[in-house]
């Protein structure tokens, strides 16, 4: 028998391609955002550890898990197009075990997320329906370069910090943690408008109208870091308003990088476009944890 003939035949999950499903690589930017919330919150986590590892945990491999199974899934055609050797198209998982795994999961996040009382309730909620708007028919967002990664910048970013700050205060967060984590959720558009660079040719024949397809990869990069830069510049001034002058600097500091990474992905931003993601986003994260404690006790 064939290798072709044993993955269409399986069937049950290959567990390699389960965990390559939910994809683990992409759950670092909410667990990292759940923890700016903690540290924005300006409240001590001494006596709280289960609710910041709860947190990093749904915000991580459960949540963002699912959103990615449920992209992948709502996607199998486009994927077939773009990377055939996906667990989906690939046939590791076979029949519509992808879309089980990802219902499951989102039972499972409801779940964690009760856990965590009514803010980090609410917040699983708003997660859950986001990852499945953004995925799925009718409503399926990311055919829009516009909505779609607004709706994940904001997702992935604003509502995590949100709820990490909510969930250690116990209550609603200050103001200049709401505005600091809906600033950098914004730029994170961004970020998933350069990660459509990868499926270009797959979105282009299956009418997903991404940034990269309408404009084409050159205009789409720098619109791409005109997002990503402007929240940026904003912070930046209102860390110096808000009397944190050296916090200023070093998040200016990190901008400045960020341009020079920009420089460089413009002159072959297709090519280019996941090195930035490997180095202008490092950055960019950077400059989100500076702020998270430049905030810190503002009211």
């Given at each position: ?196 660079f990868k499926a270009l040719e797959g979105d282009r024949q299956t009418g997903v109208n991404s940034l990269p397809v309408t404009l084409g990869p050159a205009r789409a990069a720098r619109v791409a870091c005109l997002v990503m830069a402007v929240p940026q510049i904003i912070v930046t001034a209102l860390l110096v308003l808000w009397d944190r002058p050296l916090h200023a600097i070093a998040v200016a500091a990190v901008l400045a990088l960020q341009f020079w990474a920009m420089t ?36």
């Amino acid at each position: 028998m064939s290798v072709t003939q044993v993955i269409q035949s399986r069937r049950f999950p290959e567990p390699a391609a389960a965990l390559r499903l939910i994809k683990p690589i992409t759950w670092f930017p909410p667990m990292w955002a759940y923890l700016c919330g903690i540290v924005s919150s300006g409240v001590s986590p001494s006596g709280q550890w289960s609710l910041v590892f709860l947190g990093v945990l749904l915000a991580g491999p459960v949540v963002c898990g699912m959103s990615q199974a449920a992209n992948d899934w709502c996607d199998r055609h486009v994927d077939a197009i773009n990377e055939p050797d996906r667990p989906i198209p690939s046939g590791r998982i076979p029949g519509r075990w992808g879309l089980w795994i990802a219902l499951a999961m989102s039972v499972l996040s409801l779940v964690v997320g009760w856990q965590l009382g009514p803010w980090g309730f609410g917040a699983t909620v708003i997660g859950v329906l986001a990852a499945w708007a953004y995925s799925a028919e009718p409503v399926r967002l990311k055919r829009s370069g516009w909505w779609g990664p607004g709706l994940v910048g904001l997702s992935y970013e604003s509502l995590p910090w949100f709820t990490g700050a909510a969930v250690l205060s116990a209550g609603a967060p200050a103001l200049p943690v709401v505005i600091v984590a809906l600033l950098y959720g914004i730029g994170a558009h961004g970020i998933m408008t350069l990660n459509d660079f990868k499926a270009l040719e797959g979105d282009r024949q299956t009418g997903v109208n991404s940034l990269p397809v309408t404009l084409g990869p050159a205009r789409a990069a720098r619109v791409a870091c005109l997002v990503m830069a402007v929240p940026q510049i904003i912070v930046t001034a209102l860390l110096v308003l808000w009397d944190r002058p050296l916090h200023a600097i070093a998040v200016a500091a990190v901008l400045a990088l960020q341009f020079w990474a920009m420089t460089i992905m413009f002159r072959d931003p297709k090519a280019k476009a996941p090195w930035y993601n490997g180095t202008g986003v490092l950055l960019y994260i950077t400059g989100m944890m500076v702020t998270a404690f430049a905030i810190r006790g503002l009211t």
